[in-house]
C-alpha cells in the first residue's frame, strides 16, 4: 500500500514538533504540511489530496472538531485523528467518525496504533471501494491515570454503577472509568449491543442463552455470567433479537 498522506494542525510549536518526529519514524506515513492555524489547515484539505489529519480540538479560530464537521459536510476522504489535552471531547470526536482520539502527551506507541487502525481503514476501503467511513470499533477510556483503548469486539458486557461504568471483555480485567451507560451505549457500534437494564448493556454476540428474565453471556475466563433483564427494556431487547433473526 501506499503512504499515506497526512498533516498535522496545532498551535503548540512542541506539539508540532512532537508529531513532525513521529511521522519522520512512521514508513507508511508522508509528511504533506505543518499548520499552527485550523484557517491555514482548511485551505489544503480543501484543496484535497490529503488521507490523514491530526488535528488539536482547540485552537484559535476553527478547532479540530470545526474542520472534521466541514470535511463531513463536504463528502472529504480525509480521516481525521484528534490529538488533545482534554479528554471530555472524546464523545463529539467519535461522533465527527474520527479514527482515535489520542490525548496529550501522546507516546509513540499511541501514535503508532492510531496510525495501524488508519493503515487498515484504507487498504479497506481501497480494495473495496466503499467510500463511507464505519463506524467506531473501539472505546478508548481513561482509568485513573491509565488510558485504555478497547476493541468493541472483545466486549462482554458494561455494568453501570452512579457515575462509572465497569467494562467487561473477553481478554483482560474490567475496566473502570468515570462515564454512564448512557454515553457509553452512543459510542458503541449500533446494532451489536442491547441495553436490557438501567444498570446493563450486553454484547448481542456474547448472548449463549436467555432465561426467563435474565440473558447468559460467556465471560473471558470461559465462566457463564447471568445478566437481568429489566421490564423496561425487555420489550425492546425482544424487537432486538426478533430483527437479529431474520
Known amino acids: 500500500m501506499k503512504k499515506l498522506t497526512c498533516i498535522i494542525v496545532d498551535d503548540e510549536p512542541l506539539a508540532l514538533d512532537i508529531l513532525e518526529d513521529y511521522i519522520c519514524r512512521t514508513p507508511s506515513l508522508e509528511l504533506a504540511g505543518r499548520f499552527s492555524s485550523g484557517?491555514?489547515?482548511l485551505g489544503v484539505l480543501r484543496g484535497g489530496g490529503i488521507d490523514l489529519a491530526f488535528l488539536d480540538i482547540q485552537m484559535p479560530g476553527p478547532g479540530g472538531l470545526d474542520i472534521a464537521k466541514v470535511l463531513a459536510d463536504a463528502g472529504s476522504d480525509t480521516r481525521v485523528v484528534f490529538t488533545t489535552a482534554f479528554q471530555q471531547y472524546a464523545l463529539e470526536g467519535f461522533r465527527a467518525?474520527?479514527?482515535?482520539y489520542l490525548v496529550k502527551p501522546v507516546s509513540f506507541e499511541e501514535f503508532s496504533r492510531a496510525v495501524g487502525r488508519a493503515v487498515e481503514w484504507f487498504s479497506v476501503r481501497r480494495a473495496s471501494g466503499a467510500g463511507s467511513p464505519p463506524?467506531?470499533?473501539t472505546l478508548i477510556v481513561k482509568s485513573g491515570y491509565?488510558?485504555?483503548?478497547?476493541p468493541t469486539d472483545t466486549i462482554t458486557y458494561i455494568e453501570g454503577t452512579r457515575d462509572y461504568i465497569r467494562i467487561h471483555t473477553t481478554e483482560d480485567t474490567p475496566v473502570q472509568t468515570l462515564m454512564n451507560l448512557k454515553t457509553a451505549e452512543e459510542l458503541l457500534p449500533?446494532?451489536?449491543f442491547a441495553r436490557v437494564h438501567r444498570s446493563y448493556i450486553v454484547a448481542l454476540n456474547r448472548i449463549k442463552r436467555i432465561e426467563r428474565s435474565h440473558v447468559i453471556l460467556e465471560d473471558g475466563s470461559g465462566e457463564m455470567v447471568a445478566i437481568p433483564v429489566s421490564d423496561t427494556y425487555k420489550e425492546a431487547f425482544s424487537r432486538t433479537l426478533a430483527s437479529r433473526a431474520l
Do not use: H, V
Open 39 to 41: 484557517k491555514d489547515a
Open 97 to 100: 467518525w474520527a479514527l482515535d
Open 135 to 137: 463506524p467506531p470499533k
Open 146 to 150: 491509565k488510558q485504555f483503548i478497547i
Open 190 to 192: 449500533e446494532g451489536s
